[in-house]
């Protein structure tokens, strides 16, 4: 869940009802930047941008969840992150982007250089879609982060894109 521009009373309201809908899914949800969010909400897990807390910090947050960090573009960043022992690693952005303004380009050597050096998973963020994704898959991503294609698509409704992911 990834709303910047809301109070703590709204996240949380709609956190709730996203949760449940995770749940019922069996999916695993995720909080951006907040772990103190996590918490309150009992998400699954926290997503960390670099100008976020530290992982250890996050972790005695919320305990034995799901963290993960932005690494960007960066093999060092990588390194550093591995130290701290995310549950994953998150690179991007691949391609454009309308979701959020992207400083960093990703590329598919990233994968494929972090996935030499480590077992985490890597989850690729930044522009996928029904047409892209399948060559992040094969250069090492576990996990693809998509939201514009699916929330944003002028051409099909939010079930039918994911239908095209498949």
Excluded: E
Excluded at 16 to 35: E, L, M, S, T, W
């Amino acid at each position: 869940m990834r709303l910047k521009k809301y109070s703590l009373k709204r996240k949380v309201s709609i956190g709730k009802r996203i949760h449940k809908i995770c749940k019922n899914k069996n999916v695993k949800f995720i909080i951006n930047d907040d772990p103190l969010l996590a918490k309150k909400l009992n998400a699954d897990g926290c997503h960390l941008g670099q100008k976020d807390m530290k992982i250890k910090d996050a972790r005695n947050i919320v305990g034995n969840k799901i963290i993960g960090i932005t690494c960007h573009n960066s093999l060092r960043l990588a390194k550093i992150a591995i130290k701290s022992k995310p549950n994953y690693l998150a690179f991007g952005s691949f391609y454009k982007t309308k979701t959020k303004k992207t400083r960093y380009k990703a590329s598919t050597k990233i994968l494929n250089a972090v996935n030499k050096i480590t077992n985490i998973p890597l989850v690729a963020i930044g522009g996928i879609n029904s047409k892209n994704y399948k060559n992040l898959l094969l250069n090492n991503a576990n996990f693809l982060a998509i939201s514009g294609y699916v929330w944003n698509n002028k051409k099909y409704k939010p079930q039918t894109a994911i239908k095209k992911l498949k």
